[in-house]
């Protein structure tokens, strides 16, 4: 495939993978805008990585 490209090898890479995807969800179910999701993934993120 010349456009395939695999996912980063961070270790923490599912739980990143999960809150972001968490964030999209909501913004496009319109429960939250793009920053409100992002602000709370970010939070997440700072208590699960540390």
Do not use: C, F, H, W
């Not at 395939?4 to 913004?27: C, F, H, M, Q, W």
């Amino acid at each position: 495939m010349k456009v395939a490209k695999s996912r980063p090898i961070v270790a923490d890479y599912p739980l990143i993978s999960e809150n972001l995807g968490r964030a999209i969800e909501s913004t496009l179910l319109g429960n939250k805008t793009a920053k409100e999701a992002l602000q709370e993934s970010q939070k997440r993120m700072d208590l699960a990585i540390d």
